[in-house]
């Protein structure tokens, strides 16, 4: 199985954008569950959002009203488009999926089977 690779992280100032994007090429929009985590320095890994294989997106409470996400089909490529940052939204983020139909696709880390080697984004005050 190919892990998820991910793209597009960088610095911006407090109230700017960015959009990060992952590629998992061997599967289809709907094939999988994908989501984004991000982990600050001495924290624990914690989830962002996540879309499932109906295309309905979730977004956890921090980030909710200010990221997006959005599948390109034809890429297979997931965007985060992270609007109004914050210093807190500073971290690594880390693509990562599951593969096949699920009822379900919860936002808990240990779903999740494949990862990528993760994207820094770092927001300045």
């Known amino acids: 199985q190919v892990q998820p690779v991910e793209s597009g992280g960088g610095s911006v100032q407090a109230g700017g954008s960015l959009r990060i994007s992952c590629v998992a090429s061997?599967?289809?929009?709907?094939?999988?569950?994908m989501a984004w985590f991000r982990q600050a320095p001495g924290k624990e890994r914690e989830a962002v959002a996540g879309?499932?294989?109906?295309?309905?997106?979730e977004y956890e409470y921090p980030v909710t009203g200010r990221f997006t996400l959005s599948m390109d089909k034809k890429e297979n490529r997931l965007y985060l488009q992270m609007n109004n940052l914050k210093p807190e939204d500073t971290g690594l983020y880390y693509c990562?999926?599951?593969?096949?139909?699920?009822?379900?696709?919860?936002?808990?880390?240990?779903?999740?089977?494949?990862w990528g080697q993760g994207t820094q984004v770092t927001v300045s005050s």
């Open positions: 990562a999926l599951r593969p096949g139909w699920h009822v379900s696709c919860p936002l808990r880390k240990d779903f999740y089977n494949l």
């Open positions: 061997e599967y289809s929009p709907g094939s999988a569950c």
């Open positions: 879309i499932d294989n109906h295309g309905i997106t």
